[in-house]
């Protein structure tokens, strides 16, 4: 992609230098030709070299299309955070060529604050007003406000997958829940003797806590199979996040077990307050 900045650009816009130097007033018409490429750009057309003071054909047909490197600038995501960075030409505004402008109908104009934004809307008006009262100035927002626009889709997916969720694992706890009530009550002579017998509170309870967890277990090692299986589709809505992250498979894991032992507990407290003597004579 090409870029048409004056000097300054790349400090306010925060796109750190990787090496050469910034557009200056004496990269004007008429002048050398140069061009800053970013660092992608740089290793595809001079791989394992320095391109400072090299030559690259960009943007124009002829002589003049030739540009010196002065400058490698870092990549930047301009197509979405999702999107792997592509290749970026910086050229002079001062110097952009008449073909240029047949691409372009938009000029965009950066400002950082150490204030509000806001603030500067109205004096920012007022100074392109300025220079030419037929230029509108327009779709004025923060980078935060662009940011955000850009993740706008991938946050309502995440929402709309976090929902979903939540009331998985709602259902989830509630069959457990039921299941272990069922099976408390199918089994209640047995943990009766059991108890008459000499088993504890406690043994009872890590009975009915085990013929819980283990089917739990079985299931979560086989949605981490699947989970594995789709990384390829997870990793369009994951952005600096591996869909084989180990912490958060780990953490998936610990919240699946902790809400079957939560839901899981009560039937198996219920269990080990069963009274033994009644629980023999119930049949």
């Given at each position: 992609?090409?870029?048409?900045?004056?000097?300054?650009?790349?400090?306010t816009?925060?796109?750190?230098?990787?090496?050469?130097?910034?557009?200056?007033?004496?990269?004007?018409?008429?002048?050398?030709?140069?061009?800053?490429?970013?660092?992608?750009?740089?290793?595809?057309f001079?791989?394992?070299?320095?391109?400072?003071?090299?030559?690259?054909?960009?943007?124009?047909?002829?002589?003049d299309?030739?540009?010196?490197?002065?400058?490698?600038?870092?990549?930047?995501?301009?197509?979405?955070?999702?999107?792997?960075?592509g290749?970026?030409?910086?050229?002079?505004?001062?110097?952009?060529?008449?073909?240029?402008?047949?691409?372009?109908?938009?000029?965009?104009?950066?400002?950082?604050?150490?204030?509000?934004?806001a603030?500067?809307?109205?004096?920012?008006?007022?100074?392109?007003?300025?220079?030419?009262?037929?230029?509108p100035?327009?779709d004025?927002?923060?980078?935060?406000?662009?940011?955000?626009?850009?993740?706008?889709?991938?946050?309502?997916?995440?929402?709309?997958?976090?929902?979903?969720?939540?009331?998985g694992l709602?259902?989830?706890?509630?069959?457990?829940y039921g299941?272990?009530?069922?099976?408390?009550s199918?089994?209640?002579?047995?943990i009766?003797?059991?108890?008459?017998?000499?088993?504890?509170?406690?043994?009872?309870?890590?009975?009915?806590l085990?013929q819980?967890?283990?089917?739990?277990a079985?299931?979560?090692?086989?949605?981490?199979a699947v989970?594995?299986?789709?990384?390829?589709?997870?990793?369009?809505?994951?952005?600096?996040?591996?869909?084989?992250?180990?912490?958060?498979?780990?953490?998936?894991?610990?919240t699946?077990?902790?809400?079957?032992?939560?839901?899981?507990?009560?039937?198996?407290?219920?269990?080990?307050?069963?009274?033994?003597?009644?629980?023999?004579?119930s049949e």
């Amino acid at each position: 992609m090409v870029r048409l900045p004056s000097p300054g650009y790349f400090e306010t816009a925060g796109i750190t230098f990787i090496s050469g130097r910034d557009f200056s007033a004496a990269d004007g018409f008429g002048r050398a030709r140069v061009v800053i490429v970013s660092e992608n750009t740089a290793k595809k057309f001079f791989p394992g070299q320095d391109p400072i003071g090299k030559r690259i054909s960009c943007c124009e047909p002829g002589p003049d299309g030739e540009k010196l490197v002065i400058g490698v600038a870092g990549d930047i995501r301009s197509r979405g955070p999702a999107l792997t960075p592509g290749a970026e030409f910086y050229l002079p505004f001062a110097q952009a060529p008449d073909v240029v402008w047949n691409w372009f109908r938009t000029v965009y104009v950066v400002v950082r604050t150490a204030g509000d934004p806001a603030a500067l809307v109205k004096p920012l008006n007022a100074a392109v007003t300025s220079i030419d009262r037929d230029l509108p100035l327009f779709d004025v927002r923060t980078m935060d406000q662009r940011l955000a626009g850009s993740l706008a889709t991938a946050r309502f997916n995440t929402l709309l997958l976090s929902l979903l969720g939540a009331v998985g694992l709602l259902l989830a706890a509630s069959g457990i829940y039921g299941v272990i009530a069922y099976f408390v009550s199918q089994r209640t002579q047995e943990i009766g003797v059991r108890m008459a017998l000499g088993a504890t509170a406690s043994s009872v309870v890590r009975l009915v806590l085990g013929q819980a967890l283990r089917p739990v277990a079985a299931g979560a090692v086989l949605g981490v199979a699947v989970a594995l299986g789709a990384s390829r589709v997870l990793s369009s809505q994951l952005f600096g996040v591996s869909p084989t992250d180990p912490l958060t498979i780990a953490a998936v894991l610990a919240t699946l077990i902790g809400v079957a032992m939560l839901a899981s507990i009560v039937p198996a407290r219920r269990a080990a307050a069963i009274d033994p003597t009644r629980a023999l004579q119930s049949e």
